[in-house]
């Protein structure tokens, strides 16, 4: 039986988690797992839907990915920082493109 590290077990339960939510958030329209999102915002419910859901599965399937590649092979411990510096990249272009919506943009 193959054992599992604990670098591997963290980043397949995160992934796990983030898919999930990422899902509920898309697809069940879930905006209350949103931090700090509130409902008498100015975005419609449908684009924080689609930018924060894609976004949140994004990372996950990321995630996904990173943790199946750590759990069969020994990474060089800077794809952990490269990995998490991504994240945030990622979660920056979804914020700046929640806050430049506008009704002219749909």
Do not use: H
Not at 14 to 38: E, S
Not at 90 to 98: F, H, K, T
């Amino acid at each position: 039986m193959m054992e599992l590290s604990a670098d591997a077990l963290e980043w397949l339960a995160v992934d796990g988690l983030l898919i999930v939510a990422g899902g509920l958030i898309k697809f069940r329209g879930w905006t209350g797992l949103i931090a700090g999102y509130d409902e008498t915002s100015t975005v419609p419910d449908d684009v924080v839907q689609d930018a924060v859901g894609n976004t949140v599965l994004r990372v996950g399937i990321a995630a996904l990915v990173f943790g199946i590649l750590v759990s069969v092979m020994p990474l060089p411990s800077y794809l952990g920082i490269l990995a998490g510096a991504v994240i945030v990249l990622d979660v920056l272009r979804m914020v700046c493109r929640v806050n430049v919506w506008s009704p002219q943009a749909t």
